[in-house]
């Protein structure tokens, strides 16, 4: 088998060491990665003892992957990220459980006076739909000034409090119990492409909180960097879509016109497999005479390598 030396990808190169600035004293900065498309499409063919073919062979092999949740491959590409962010923006996001983590530890080091405050036209209103989120309603300037001015001033006093302890020779792990969720925190944190993934879906979500979004969006853009065919594949099948209910498909099921749907299919762009596939996730018969040549197919490779790079890998899928 062909071997391959350790993958260089000059798009994310130029974004190593790199701060993007996050909110106000945030950010994120890709500090190191290990593999991107190349090292996927090695991993998934690694039974057929093949590497990396031509862009639009490999472009479809990473979309048939991820299509169907052939996700080992993925897990190949590595990215460690040196993160700053407020605590309660870290609080959620240490949810994510298949991350390595190293914190600034506030026993061993001062903290530094920097809180976040929200910018004006991040100060919302609670929805009164759901009890943890926010609403699109305008909140008056007013009262926008004074929630910053009274969470400057409650900052402001904290981190003198806890200044002032640590001048009396109070322990810092005892100083710093009163210090607000605004206050800054920086970790380390090293993440598989696939769980990265799992990530991007919930924090790039509209549901998700604008502080963390924002933090999402940025990774995101080391993501594309470092595998820009993987993500795309991410953004057309996870990141952009969605996922019915068995309830929901049959009152979908039992609106659409067949014959419309296959024209409308017909004329969307999609390779022949990807209409195929559709009708069977509808669970639905394409109408007789609607059917076409093949035409344009996926790689001759695409299908038989994906299937068994899966059939290695089925074991060790799964969501985490």
Same mark, same amino acid.
């Given at each position: 088998?062909?071997?391959? =030396?350790?993958? /260089?990808?000059? @798009?994310?190169?130029?974004?190593?060491?790199?701060?993007?600035?996050?909110?106000?004293?945030?950010?994120?900065?890709?500090?190191?990665?290990?593999?991107?498309?190349?090292?996927?499409?090695?991993?998934?063919? #690694?039974?057929?003892?093949?590497?990396?073919?031509? #862009?639009?062979?490999?472009?479809?092999?990473?979309?048939?992957?991820?299509?169907?949740?052939?996700? /080992?491959?993925?897990? !190949?590409?590595?990215?460690?990220?040196?993160?700053?962010?407020?605590?309660?923006? =870290?609080?959620?996001?240490?949810?994510?459980?298949?991350?390595?983590?190293?914190?600034?530890?506030?026993?061993? /080091?001062?903290?530094?006076?920097?809180?976040?405050?929200?910018?004006?036209?991040?100060?919302?209103?609670? /929805?009164?739909?759901?009890?943890?989120?926010?609403?699109? #309603?305008? #909140?008056?300037?007013?009262?926008?000034?004074?929630?910053?001015?009274?969470?400057? =001033?409650? !900052?402001?006093?904290?981190?003198?409090?806890?200044?002032?302890?640590?001048?009396? &020779?109070?322990?810092?792990?005892?100083?710093?119990?009163?210090?607000?969720?605004?206050?800054?925190?920086?970790?380390?944190?090293?993440?598989?492409?696939?769980?990265?993934?799992?990530?991007?879906?919930?924090?790039?979500?509209?549901?998700?909180?604008?502080?963390?979004?924002?933090?999402?969006?940025?990774?995101?853009?080391?993501? !594309?960097?470092?595998?820009?065919?993987?993500?795309? @594949?991410?953004?057309?099948?996870?990141?952009? @879509?969605?996922?019915?209910?068995?309830?929901?498909?049959?009152?979908?099921? &039992?609106?659409?016109?067949?014959?419309?749907?296959?024209?409308?299919? @017909?004329?969307?762009?999609?390779?022949?497999?990807?209409?195929?596939?559709?009708?069977?996730?509808?669970?639905?018969?394409?109408?007789? &005479?609607?059917?076409?040549?093949?035409?344009?197919?996926?790689?001759?490779?695409?299908?038989?390598?994906?299937?068994? =790079?899966?059939?290695?890998?089925?074991?060790?899928?799964?969501?985490?």
């Amino acid at each position: 088998m062909r071997l391959m =030396a350790r993958i /260089s990808v000059p @798009a994310a190169d130029d974004l190593l060491d790199q701060r993007l600035d996050v909110l106000d004293h945030g950010f994120v900065r890709m500090v190191d990665y290990l593999g991107g498309d190349a090292r996927i499409v090695q991993s998934a063919r #690694v039974s057929y003892g093949e590497g990396t073919k031509t #862009v639009r062979e490999d472009r479809a092999l990473i979309d048939y992957l991820l299509r169907h949740r052939h996700t /080992s491959p993925f897990e !190949q590409v590595i990215i460690t990220f040196h993160v700053k962010m407020p605590i309660f923006v =870290a609080r959620q996001w240490i949810r994510h459980r298949t991350a390595r983590v190293n914190e600034i530890s506030g026993r061993y /080091s001062v903290m530094r006076d920097e809180f976040y405050v929200p910018s004006p036209d991040a100060v919302r209103f609670q /929805s009164e739909a759901n009890k943890q989120g926010s609403t699109d #309603v305008e #909140v008056p300037e007013a009262l926008r000034e004074r929630v910053i001015a009274a969470l400057r =001033a409650d !900052q402001q006093r904290s981190f003198g409090e806890y200044e002032a302890l640590l001048d009396d &020779g109070i322990a810092r792990e005892l100083a710093r119990v009163n210090l607000p969720l605004a206050l800054y925190t920086e970790m380390y944190w090293q993440i598989d492409l696939n769980n990265l993934f799992h990530f991007l879906r919930l924090r790039l979500d509209w549901h998700a909180q604008y502080e963390i979004r924002a933090y999402g969006d940025a990774m995101a853009r080391c993501v !594309q960097a470092v595998a820009p065919l993987a993500f795309e @594949a991410f953004e057309e099948h996870v990141l952009h @879509a969605v996922t019915l209910s068995r309830s929901e498909l049959d009152a979908l099921r &039992g609106a659409l016109d067949p014959a419309r749907l296959a024209e409308t299919l @017909a004329a969307s762009g999609l390779r022949r497999t990807r209409r195929q596939e559709v009708w069977r996730k509808l669970g639905m018969t394409e109408p007789l &005479g609607m059917t076409e040549p093949l035409g344009m197919t996926e790689p001759a490779d695409a299908e038989p390598v994906a299937a068994a =790079a899966a059939d290695g890998a089925r074991d060790g899928d799964g969501d985490a």
